[in-house]
Structures are given as C-alpha cells and as structure tokens.
T-cell receptor, first 114, second 111 residues
Framework: AQTVTQSQPEMSVQEAETVTLSCTYD???????LFWYKQPPSRQMILVIR??????QNATENRFSVNFQKAAKSFSLKISDSQLGDAAMYFC???????????FGQGTRLTINP | EAGVAQSPRYKIIEKRQSVAFWCNPI?????LYWYQQILGQGPKLLIQ????????DSQLPKDRFSAERLKGVDSTLKIQPAKLEDSAVYLC?????????FGSGTRLTVV
C-alpha cells in the first residue's frame, strides 16, 4: 500500500522569508502524481501544486515550487516570500496513475510570523 | 462554476444516534468521494462513486456507515449508530479526471 509521510507537524517562518515543507512517500508504481494541498480554517482543500512522476522538471506555481527527488521518493514544497495568507495546514498527497484516490500525509501546520 | 456543496456545516450528536451528511458535486463531475478527516490527521477515503456506482468502499465501516449516490448526482453519507471515534470532518470531493474540487466539509462531534 502506498504511504505518505510528513515528518514536520508544525513549521513557522517570518513573513517574506522562505520555508520548505518535507514529504516522503512509498510506492512501487512508476506512474503516479504528487500534490500539495492547503487547508485553511475554512476546511476546504485547495490545490497548491501538482507534479507528474514522469516529468523530471520540478513544478512551479508563482511563489510555490517543489523539489521532486524520484529516486529518494521525496517531494518537498518551497514557499518563497511567505505571506500571512499562506498560514494553513499543508498536506502532501499521492495518486496512483489510472486510479483517482488520493492518499494524504498527516499534514504540517504552517504559521507565518509578521 | 459553482463549487462542491456540503451540508450541514456542523453537527453535534450523542453516541448511538444517527446522522446524515449531504453533498452536491460540481455539475458534470462523474466521480464523487467521501473522505474522513480526524483531527490532526490527513483525510482518508471512505468511499468513491463513479456516476451512481461504487468504485471503492474498502475503508468504509459498513456495519455503521452507508452511502448512496442516487441518479449519479448528489450523495448522502449516513452513520448509524455513531461512536465517539466518528468525530471528524467529513469532506466531499468531485472530479472529472485529475483535478479534485473539495467541499468545505461537515464537522461532526459525537458526545
């Protein structure tokens, strides 16, 4: 069974600084997708960024970028120029190719200090 | 585009009572999911529907949980009887293919 592990229950960063959230996963599949979701207090899961396993290039969305290390099964999220609105729970998630179920990690609570 | 609608937003019940949650996915999204998110954990899939058929319910506690998706549109998730450990947020999501859209969830507290 696929598993996703986030080893940092909480992280904090000063506003405008850069922070990196860690995620590792375990799978024997070669076709899969990885995601980072943001969950604010409103509880709605918001997609931050997506990475296809077959792509070597790391995904980037504005201030958000990933470091995808396929051999190490590592998928970290870097947030640059942190803003107060970035404060939330962040979840790393895995989806096997051909399936649609998401497998989530335990989450990291990110606090932004003004 | 309207989002995924869920109701109620909050529910408090006593153990052994029954409760039902409702989800209306985005129009045209064939696949609908119910996830359970216990406080401090990531969401865990309970059941996946493709149109009105069940694709995956392997993690659904079938002795107390049931779900249906009539006419392949909206869906209800029921718990009967509820236990203390059912306290959680119940998230509904829908997708046409790769992109998920989540609702805001129902927070259930069982006392």
């Amino acid at each position: 069974a696929q598993t996703v592990t986030q080893s940092q229950p909480e992280m904090s960063v000063q506003e405008a600084e850069t922070v990196t959230l860690s995620c590792t996963y375990d799978t024997s599949e070669s076709d899969y997708y990885l995601f980072w979701y943001k969950q604010p207090p409103s509880r709605q899961m918001i997609l931050v960024i997506r990475q296809e396993a077959y792509k070597q290039q790391n995904a980037t969305e504005n201030r958000f970028s990933v470091n995808f290390q396929k051999a190490a099964k590592s998928f970290s999220l870097k947030i640059s120029d942190s803003q107060l609105g970035d404060a939330a729970m962040y979840f790393c998630a895995y989806r096997r190719g051909g399936a649609q179920k998401l497998v989530f990690g335990q989450g990291t609570r990110l606090t932004i200090n003004p | 585009e309207a989002g995924v609608a869920q109701s109620p937003r909050y529910k408090i019940i006593e153990k052994r009572q029954s409760v039902a949650f409702w989800c209306n996915p985005i129009s045209g999204h064939a696949t609908l999911y119910w996830y359970q998110q216990i406080l401090g954990q990531g969401p865990k899939l309970l059941i996946q529907f493709q149109n009105n058929g069940v694709v995956d319910d392997s993690q659904l506690p079938k002795d107390r949980f049931s779900a249906e998706r009539l006419k392949g549109v909206d869906s209800t998730l029921k718990i009967q009887p509820a236990k203390l450990e059912d306290s959680a947020v119940y998230l509904c999501a829908s997708t046409p293919q790769l992109g998920y859209t989540f609702g805001s969830g129902t927070r259930l507290t069982v006392v």
